[in-house]
């Protein structure tokens, strides 16, 4: 089992940018993949995009590919979200996830789960 703690969400503008963090601790965190989901009031639960441990394998969805980019360090137990040219579509409550290899992009598949963070833009 893995903790998981987002925070980088905010208000921003359309065609503005934000970078999510999430700062991990407890198991091991190399032996996890990552993945980013959000949520929107109303909707169902969405994949963003997911990294295995190594950074060797990167998942994204359709409808933020070419905007966002998920990274890992995980000499600091971290996985990032650099989201860019945000939309009004992409407000949501962003959570990041972790599960035990292989990588998958199933919401259910992912375990362990951070709080979420807000992430509201503005048109």
């Known amino acids: 089992q893995v903790q998981l703690v987002e925070s980088g969400g905010g208000l921003v503008q359309a065609g503005g940018s934000l970078r999510l963090s999430c700062a991990a601790s407890?198991?091991?965190?190399?032996?996890?993949?990552l993945g980013w989901f959000r949520q929107a009031p109303g909707k169902e639960r969405e994949f963003v995009a997911a990294?295995?441990?190594?950074?060797?394998?990167?998942y994204d969805s359709d409808s933020v590919k070419g905007r966002f980019t998920i990274s890992r360090d995980n000499a600091k137990n971290t996985v990032y979200l650099q989201m860019n040219s945000l939309k009004p579509e992409d407000t949501a409550v962003y959570y990041c996830?972790?599960?035990?290899?292989?990588?998958?992009?199933?919401?259910?598949?992912?375990?362990?789960w951070g709080q979420g963070t807000q992430v509201t833009v503005s048109s």
């Open positions: 996830a972790a599960k035990r290899v292989p990588i998958t992009t199933i919401s259910s598949d992912f375990g362990s």
């Open positions: 407890g198991s091991s965190f190399v032996l996890y993949a």
């Open positions: 990294i295995t441990w190594s950074g060797s394998t990167i």
